[in-house]
């Protein structure tokens, strides 16, 4: 963990950060205000870390006397060293191929399959002024936030930051606000169908067994937003 600091590269702080959100925005159809605040706070989160990652190691500044006291003689400004999880737990092995960083990885993708497998049942049933009970939406009500928390907690376990890790939990709140005022929204709209909704299905943890959403009569059936 000698490598030279690897720090300062403003070019990748910009691609990394424009190719996740630009992912995740490929996903999402933004179409109400809702989907931009819900890809705006994933956006602040991904940029604050990348920033981080491949700018200016700010947690590695503050934290540098205590990690110098613990780790002696790990350069905590090279790149592999600043994933500290793996650093700090003791794995001697190339921290990409370490098991925090391995398990971020299914977070993060599986994360995104959620994201675009949410995106495009809800999708589909707004375009046909339909409830949205099927796919992911079978098991949780908000599976498109579920989905943006997860992606942001594999990144935490990749790299962690003191600032990314002060935003997590309020972008955990701001994601359930939303959630709060999408089925506000959805109950004034689809009255006793989305009632009947929301009783069978959880709003973000499924519950064991629940193989399908309820049964919602085609004239009840309308979308989320």
């Known amino acids: 963990m000698t490598d030279t600091p690897a720090y300062g590269l403003l070019g990748l702080v910009i691609i990394n950060s424009a190719v996740f959100i630009l992912f995740a925005a490929s996903f999402t159809r933004l179409r109400t205000t809702r989907d931009w605040r819900s890809l705006g706070a994933f956006s602040a989160f991904i940029v604050a870390l990348f920033a981080e990652m491949y700018g200016f190691p700010l947690t590695i500044y503050l934290l540098s006397g205590w990690l110098g006291r613990q780790f002696p003689g790990v350069d905590f400004f090279s790149h592999d060293a600043g994933h500290l999880l793996e650093t700090m737990f003791g794995w001697r092995v190339n921290p ?17 399959w959620l994201l675009a497998a ?3 049942v809800l999708y ?10 099927s796919g992911p939406y079978a098991y949780v009500r908000h599976p498109q936030y579920v989905a943006f928390v997860v992606i942001m907690f594999g990144f935490l376990l990749q790299w962690p930051t003191l600032v990314t890790l002060a935003m997590f939990p309020i972008l955990v709140w701001v994601y359930v606000r939303l959630a709060w005022r999408e089925d506000a929204a959805s109950h004034a709209a689809f009255g006793a169908a989305w009632d009947n909704y929301a009783r069978t299905v959880p709003a973000f943890l499924p519950r064991l067994g629940l193989s399908s959403g309820p049964k919602v009569s085609r004239s009840g059936e309308n979308s989320h937003d």
């Open 118 to 120: 949410s995106w495009h």
């Open 124 to 133: 589909a049933a707004q375009r046909d002024q339909r409830l949205a009970t």
């Open 96 to 112: 990409h191929f370490g098991p925090f960083h391995i398990f971020s990885t299914v977070l993060i993708f599986g994360g995104f």
